[in-house]
């Protein structure tokens, strides 16, 4: 085979264990290993191992080699998870009866929210509170698809995202009082109109302080 061949084919070997989490993030990829295990010479895999850092997918440190590169989410990333999220939460609110009970949990949940000042914190209590109403649904595939979700926003938002979700906090708390508060009136379909019109904020939002940066 050509060097060229023997590259394409590192080249897909090396993604498709990324794919397979075979490598965690920060893990060193050693040129002879990889050259051993795909029983070709160095010449290709670093070739391939250039490639993928061209791509995104791995960085090279000056004399330490090929490192996986740790993740992170853009702006557009995060939009469409708040928008996977938001269709979550609006098929829990269309079809549970939320008791009183469920209710003054998710008003403590609020009442948490809005006396925190930190944006990590916040985070994390927005994710929970929309994933306790996900919950509410005892449906187990879409709880799971809702913990990944809220997952990955916390452990892959970059500074910037935390700090859009944190500059969104006064308009996201009043859309959420609002929702409660038609909940409590059994008025289902007005608290899904204001989950849609925080999302629609969110957008807006992130445009705006897209354009600004």
């Known amino acids: 085979m050509t060097n060229d061949t023997l590259t394409i084919l590192a080249y897909e070997e090396i993604v498709k264990m990324m794919r397979k989490v075979y490598f965690k993030e920060g893990t060193q990829l050693k040129e002879h290993q990889l050259a051993k295990e795909f029983n070709m010479s160095r010449t290709p895999v670093r070739n391939a191992l250039q490639k993928c850092v061209e791509e995104g997918k791995l960085e090279y440190i000056k004399n330490r080699g090929f490192f996986i590169k740790k993740k992170t989410m ?11 999220l938001t269709l979550l939460v609006n098929e829990s609110l269309r079809n549970i009866y ?9 008003k403590k949940r ?50 910037d995202i935390k700090y859009l979700i944190f500059t ?20 289902s379909s007005k608290a899904v109109e204001e989950m849609d019109a925080l999302y629609d904020y969110i957008v807006l939002h992130a445009f705006r302080r897209t354009e600004e940066l």
Do not use: R, W
């Open 74 to 84: 853009d702006v557009q990333d995060y939009l469409k998870l708040i928008e996977v």
């Open 98 to 106: 939320f008791t009183k009970q469920m209710l003054v949990e998710l």
């Open 110 to 159: 609020v009442a948490k929210m809005e006396a925190n000042g930190c944006e990590a914190e916040y985070l994390l209590l927005k994710s929970q509170f929309f994933l306790e109403i996900i919950g509410f649904s005892d449906n187990d595939y879409i709880y799971e698809v809702g913990c990944v979700l809220t997952q990955h926003l916390e452990d892959l938002a970059t500074e």
């Open 168 to 187: 969104s906090k006064p308009v996201a708390l009043e859309k959420i009082k609002a929702m409660l508060d038609h909940l409590a009136n059994k008025e």
